[in-house]
């Protein structure tokens, strides 16, 4: 729950996301990918691109587009992204936009993205301003100093994958330090990080290797996520926030759907009934 508590075993989790996203047509995500050096913690069967590989890729790709839906729809100028992994969200923007974005997450994730960029970025030139910077962002005292980096105008604050890692006594307190600063500056959350617990029945949907249910008890994700998009919504109101607005994803516009879609089973493709819905990506204002 502290600010000491060690999170270095989280952060080869986003180096699996990356192979992931490699696949799909997210900026970077190619490129980065192909600068990534030894085996990956979830053992993922790189060759066996089956229909629930595919529909892992489709979800984190649908969920990176889900947050820049919603930045679009505000003004954006000062972006904070906490635990990024390896996202190249703020560089992609940081080309196009005269934005201010810091990216931020542990040191070594840190690092290693400004090596891939440094390899895989030579034309240096941008529109806006990107900085990459170590943060814990339970840390209230090191996340006030981020925020201050930020000029005038009110800050956005995103994060793809965070909450689930966090208890929540941790998540209460990240709201705390999240809702002192939008009061004080003005702003939103926009968090794709809304993910209710699954039942048994889902869990056992899709397959998982021995090292993945491990890093999914070590890091106790099930227990973290929220009982139901309800309750997430009754937990942000009683830490001040109001969902403003939940992002509407047109998933036929995604780039890995062409390759699941090649892959359906047939009691999937016939099926008269609509996916489950495993996830939300909600603008939080706090009030």
């Not at 820049?68 to 940081?94: A, P, Q, T």
């Not at 997450?105 to 895989?120: G, H, W």
């Not at 339970?138 to 604050?157: C, H, R, S, Y």
């Not at 048994?200 to 227990?223: D, G, L, T, V, Y």
């Amino acid at each position: 729950m502290s600010k000491e508590r060690n999170y270095d075993s989280i952060s080869p989790s986003a180096k699996s996301l990356l192979l992931m996203k490699g696949l799909t047509d997210i900026p970077y995500a190619r490129e980065a990918a192909a600068l990534m050096q030894g085996p990956e913690i979830f053992d993922l069967d790189f060759n066996k691109k089956d229909f629930y590989f595919w529909i892992r890729v489709m979800h984190f790709e649908s969920r990176y587009w889900s947050i820049d839906h919603l930045l679009k729809s505000i003004e954006h100028n000062n972006i904070l992204e906490l635990s990024s992994g390896y996202s190249f969200r703020g560089l992609d923007m940081c080309k196009k936009e005269a934005v201010k974005y810091i990216d931020t997450d542990l040191p070594e994730v840190i690092a290693t993205k400004k090596q891939m960029i440094a390899e895989f970025d030579k034309n240096t030139s941008m529109a806006g301003e990107l900085i990459l910077q170590p943060l814990n962002a339970l840390d209230e005292i090191a996340f006030n100093k981020v925020v201050e980096q930020f000029g005038e105008g009110p800050v956005t604050i995103v994060n793809e994958g965070l909450l689930m890692y966090l208890n929540t006594e941790e998540k209460k307190q990240l709201c705390r330090i999240i809702h002192s600063v939008l009061k004080a500056r003005g702003g939103y959350w926009i968090t794709a990080d809304i993910y209710p617990k699954r039942s048994e029945q889902m869990r056992n949907a899709i397959p998982q290797s021995k090292s993945e249910i491990a890093f999914h008890e070590q890091h106790r994700i099930e227990e973290n996520k929220f009982d139901s998009f309800a309750a997430a919504e009754v937990f942000f109101k009683e830490q001040g926030f109001e969902m403003v607005r939940e992002a509407e994803i047109d998933y036929k516009q995604l780039s890995s759907v062409a390759e699941l879609v090649k892959v359906l089973p047939p009691e999937v493709r016939d099926s008269k009934q609509p996916p489950p819905k495993v996830q939300a990506t909600w603008m939080l204002k706090a009030i």
